[in-house]
């Protein structure tokens, strides 16, 4: 899939967002299993970290997206799936959390 990106910052932002995806699932799965409060709250702060950056690659997608409106299709994409984690880590935490 990383393949699909030309520009850098599109394939780290993708990057990102699947280990992001792989590391938040592990841990809520292992959350549920272990009803552990050090594996809350490792995941908490997961999200804390997480979504400060997540923020900042989406400002540097979006004016890499308004430098290069030639392959508008790329970066798009690659808006769309670091944007779709974050509903992702909401439904995390209202498993986590009921």
């Known amino acids: 899939m990383i393949a699909l990106f030309k520009h850098r910052w599109n394939r780290i932002a993708v990057r990102l967002a699947t280990i992001g995806l ?30 400060p950056i997540t923020l900042v690659i989406l400002f540097i997608l979006f004016i890499n997206t308004m430098a290069n409106l030639k392959n508008i299709h790329e970066h798009v994409m690659a808006l769309i ?12 935490i209202y498993f986590i959390n009921p």
């Open 81 to 92: 799936i670091v944007v779709m984690n974050f509903p992702i880590a909401l439904l995390y």
């Open 22 to 51: 792989f590391f938040g699932t592990l841990l809520m799965l292992t959350a549920l299993m272990a009803e552990n409060d050090l594996i809350i709250t490792i995941g908490i702060v997961f999200l804390v970290l997480y979504i």
